[in-house]
């Protein structure tokens, strides 16, 4: 992932810059939401990328460290995936992650499976104007390259 920063600081034009966003460190929590109140938050079964955000973060201090990059700003924000069904907002996350080679077993499988039908269950037994949410943490930061 250094190298990759390096060739994004050879890309840059100058007086570019480098807009580094990805999610924290922590199990992003599935959510079901009605009328702006958060009626059940439980962390994801599905999460499985510490090492990927070990690696980004890493290869950023190091890259900082090596002054290639100077951080200007960061910070941490929420960020929401919405779905109006656990089946429309688990094709969408299934898609969206297409690219990452992760292999789940039978017992997970059956742990998740059982996991969003109780989520179904809840979002069924409050009526209308119900979401299901998938809620991360994320970071994001402008980085300048070093002169």
């Given at each position: 992932?250094v190298?990759?920063?390096?060739?994004?600081?050879?890309?840059?034009?100058?007086?570019?810059?480098?807009?580094?966003?990805?999610?924290?460190?922590?199990?992003?929590?599935?959510?079901?939401?009605?009328?702006?109140?958060?009626?059940?938050?439980?962390?994801?079964?599905?999460?499985?990328?510490?090492?990927d955000?070990?690696?980004?973060?890493r290869?950023?201090?190091?890259?900082?460290?090596?002054?290639?990059?100077?951080?200007?700003?960061?910070?941490?924000?929420?960020?929401?995936?919405?779905?109006?069904?656990?089946?429309?907002?688990?094709?969408f996350?299934?898609?969206?992650?297409?690219?990452?080679?992760?292999?789940?077993?039978?017992?997970?499988?059956?742990?998740?499976?059982?996991?969003?039908?109780?989520?179904?269950?809840?979002?069924?037994?409050?009526?209308?104007g119900?979401?299901?949410?998938?809620?991360?943490?994320?970071r994001?930061a402008?980085?300048?390259?070093?002169?």
């Amino acid at each position: 992932m250094v190298h990759a920063l390096e060739q994004i600081r050879r890309l840059l034009r100058p007086g570019g810059i480098l807009i580094d966003i990805h999610p924290v460190q922590e199990a992003p929590l599935t959510e079901v939401h009605q009328r702006g109140r958060v009626l059940f938050a439980e962390p994801s079964l599905a999460y499985d990328y510490d090492e990927d955000i070990h690696q980004a973060e890493r290869a950023l201090a190091r890259c900082v460290r090596r002054r290639i990059f100077v951080r200007e700003r960061g910070r941490e924000f929420d960020f929401l995936t919405y779905g109006s069904s656990v089946r429309e907002l688990r094709g969408f996350l299934e898609e969206a992650n297409s690219f990452h080679e992760s292999s789940i077993d039978e017992e997970d499988e059956a742990r998740e499976t059982e996991f969003y039908d109780r989520v179904v269950c809840i979002m069924k037994a409050a009526g209308e104007g119900v979401e299901v949410a998938m809620h991360e943490r994320a970071r994001i930061a402008r980085l300048t390259p070093r002169s």
